[in-house]
Structures are given as C-alpha cells and as structure tokens.
C-alpha cells in the first residue's frame, strides 16, 4: 500500500513539472548530470576567461613594467651621453682657450723680444758706499740698447759678484728700458800684515782687497793662513775662522767700556793667551782665553783709568771667579 502511495505522489510531482510520469529515474539522472556536466563546463569555461584574463592583465602589466624599464634606461643613457658631450665640449673649450693664451703669450713674448721700445735706455746702482757706480756697472757687462728681456742674470750676477767686496746682486727689470743692480757689499773690519802690506778682512773672514796701510783697523796678528792661500776673493783658514769668532767676542766686549776703538792690534797667536794692544795708551792687555771677556774688559777700563799716562801690561789673564785678582805691571 505505502508502495502505491509512493508510486502515486511521483506520478503527481511528474505531471506538476511537466515530465512524463512513465520516464524512469534512469532517465532523469542522466538529464540531471548532464545539467550538471553543462554547468561545469560553463563554470570551467567561465574559470578559464578570468584565468586568461588574470594572465592577459599581468603580461600587460609585466610589458609596461618592461616598457618602463627601458624607456628609463634609454633616458638615463641619454643623459649620461648629453654629460659625455658637454664634458667633452668643455675639454674642447679648455684646451681652445689654452692654445689661446699660449698664442697670445708667445707673441708677447715675441713682441718684447724684438721690440725696441724694451731696449735699456738706464742702468741704476742701488746700495754700493765702496765700489762706485761705474765699476760695478763694468763688471756686470751691460750696455745701453740691449734687450732687457735678453739679459741672462745669473751670468751677469756671477760677474758682480767677482769683486771681493759685493756679497750678494738682484736684478731689477723696470719696465719698458730701466735696469737696476742692487747689490750688498762686504765692510772691511780687520787686516792682517801681508808681506809688508796690510790684507783688509770682512767678519767672515772673506780677504777683501791688500793695502799698503791699515786704515786704522785692528791688526789681527799670528795668523796661521799661508801667504799662498792670501788671494782677494778666498777666506781665511779653518783655524783662522774659528779664532776669528773669538776676535769679535773681544771686540764687542770691549765697545761696552768704548775701548773698541783704542784696540790697534789683536794677537791670536794662541788661543788660550789672548792679547790686545792699545798704542795710544802704551798698554798690552793679556786677556787669557775667551772666557768672561766683558767683566775682564771691566777691569782693564778700571786700570787704564787708574793707570793713564803709564806704558805698561795689564793682566786679565786668570780665573776671575777663583779669586785671581787683576794687576798693571808698569813698564820701566
């Protein structure tokens, strides 16, 4: 019975639905899948239009990024060859300007070489008390109507410097047509007997000029130079030099009491009795070495002062700080 009930109610759906109640079930699963593979296939057809579409969107994407990528390389490649050019257009100018300038200054060049206006019209003597004008002016060679581009210094400086008593030369271009010499010149302070003249002596122990008088120098006495080596222009030797140093020393020392000047001869013969003598005075001081030579000068200035109108030695010659007590032995 519930069988036919069953059987019944089918019937009934069927004929609601517009299907033939004597279709069986066989039938009706096969139309169903069938529906259903028709979805699918549309689905599958619907999944493969966004896949294709999601593919289509990120190929477009990856070819703008490409498009991108290159038209910024292609930008940066060209800014890096605008660079290439204007640094290269910038050497061109540089080295344009340079041969320029070289142009310019080799004709200059050129122009003052030959032009006359450059020619020397005066020859100024700038400094010099010992040597005259005329004498350093021959010495040097230079001539009126000379270039004064053309002039080679150094040559002309070593021919100055020829005579003893010039030390050192410049030379001074004035523009258009002035040359001036400015030169420093050696001062004689000292002489030496030369065989039976007097050879004048700078602080530097440079052989100045030989005389037949001493101009009032100090002598300078017990030299160890050979006459050979007595040649104007040379020095004196090593020993010579160094006990020259000491003569100074002396010499400054005593122009703190103003004896410098009294000082006619200076013996150096050894350098641990050092000797001066005073001709006005009459009076030969032994000083001993070179030490405490401004207070011995204190005492020969007590002594000459104690002593005036007396020839005689005074003696300095010992160990003023241990106790030796200066003295005047007066000539007889």
Known sequence: MA????????????????????????DMMKKKKAKEREKRIKENKIQKEDDFNIETETVIQM?????????????????????????????????????????????????????????????????????????????????????????????????????AYIESVKIHRKIPNIIQIEVQERIHRFSMDFLGKYAYINTQGYILE????????????????????????????????????????????????????????????????YSIYLEQEAKKVHLGDNSNLSNKMLYVNSIMEQEKGKAGDIFVNGDLNNKFRTYFREKV
């Open 63 to 163: 070819t703008n990024k490409n498009r991108i990528k290159k038209e910024k390389e292609q930008k940066n490649k060209l800014t890096q060859e605008a660079k290439k050019r204007k640094k290269r257009n910038r050497k061109i100018k540089f080295f344009l300007k340079i041969i320029l300038l070289i142009g310019i200054l080799i004709g200059g060049i050129s122009f003052t070489m030959v032009s006359p206006i450059f020619n020397i019209q005066e020859i100024q003597v700038l400094n010099n008390e010992k040597i005259s004008d005329e004498t350093i002016i021959s010495l040097s060679q230079l001539k009126t109507g000379e270039n004064i581009f053309r002039l080679n210094v150094s040559d002309i400086i070593k021919k100055i410097k020829e005579n």
């Open 210 to 273: 030989i005389a037949e008088d001493s101009k009032q120098m100090p002598i300078i006495q017990g030299m160890k130079t050979l006459e050979e080596e007595v040649i104007i222009g040379n020095r004196l030797n090593h020993e010579d030099l160094e006990k020259l140093e000491d003569v100074i020393k002396i010499m400054n020392a005593a122009k703190e009491y103003n004896l410098d000047t009294e000082i006619t001869s200076i013996d150096i013969s050894d350098k641990n009795e």
């Open 3 to 26: 069988k036919k009930v069953k059987e019944t109610d089918l019937n009934l759906y069927y004929m609601k639905n517009g299907q033939d109640p004597k279709e069986n079930i066989e």
